[in-house]
């Protein structure tokens, strides 16, 4: 079945460093891949996604490419902000049962 | 635009009680999913409506059922609630485009069974 292995947490930067956020998934098919994020006391928020191979997915700074050679997702983001702090979920969807696989999630904490 | 709506925010139950959840999807979409995020088991996918029918379901017990209405609106009724039930259920919706599309979460009910 559809699984997805993300690198454990928690993960603690300093302001402005580089964040890399690994996953790598298993899968029948062509998945879509996602990146989600979850703040304390609220639902999951999408923020990006990659439907196809070497497909790229951008949103406020990170960044995510669609590898199937490696099967992987890593999530980037060249400078993070104390505001990035939260919780990032990779996931994939399978399209034709209408269900999302997600990794454990990664803990983010940025300190000033 | 208003997001993905879920009804009540908490809901404390006693256990073998019935709980009912709602939620509201994106204007315009017409699939639900339902998702439950319990401590220390993950994000897991319970049931997918789309068009008033039940498409898929997880791997949870018959006490777990659900249903879409014709404004595609849903309901996740769990009955006989057990203590491991107490946990954060996720609902999403999609406009269901076969190929790609994606799932929008709401905030989530916190269900606390005693």
């Known amino acids: 079945g559809d699984s997805v292995t993300q690198m454990e947490g928690p993960v603690t930067l300093s302001e402005e460093a580089f964040l890399t956020i690994n996953c790598t998934y298993t899968?029948?098919?062509?998945?879509?891949l996602f990146w989600y994020v979850q703040y304390p006391g609220e639902g999951l928020q999408l923020l990006l996604k990659a439907t196809k191979a070497d497909d790229k997915g951008s949103n406020k700074g990170f960044e995510a490419t669609y590898r199937k050679e490696t099967t992987s997702f890593h999530l980037e983001k060249g400078s993070v902000q104390v505001s990035d702090s939260a919780v990032y979920f990779c996931a994939l969807l399978n399209t034709n049962a209408g269900k999302s696989t997600f990794g454990d999630g990664t803990t983010l904490t940025v300190k000033p | 635009e208003a997001g993905v709506t879920q009804s009540p925010t908490h809901l404390i139950k006693t256990r073998g009680q019935q709980a009912t959840l709602r939620c509201s999807p994106i204007?315009?979409?017409?699939?639900v999913y339902w998702y439950q995020q319990a401590l220390g088991l993950g994000l897991q996918f319970l049931l997918w409506?789309?068009?008033?029918?039940?498409?898929n379901r997880g791997n949870f017990p018959p006490r777990f059922s659900g249903r879409q209405f014709p404004n595609y609106s849903s309901e996740l009724n769990v009955n006989a609630l057990e203590l491991e039930d107490s946990a954060l259920y996720l609902c999403?919706?999609?406009?269901?485009?076969?190929?790609?599309?994606?799932?929008?979460f709401g905030p989530g009910t916190r269900l606390t069974v005693t």
């Open positions: 899968a029948t098919g062509y998945p879509s």
């Open positions: 409506y789309d068009e008033g029918e039940e498409r």
């Open positions: 999403a919706s999609s406009f269901f485009q076969g190929v790609s599309y994606e799932q929008y």
């Open positions: 204007s315009g979409h017409t699939s």
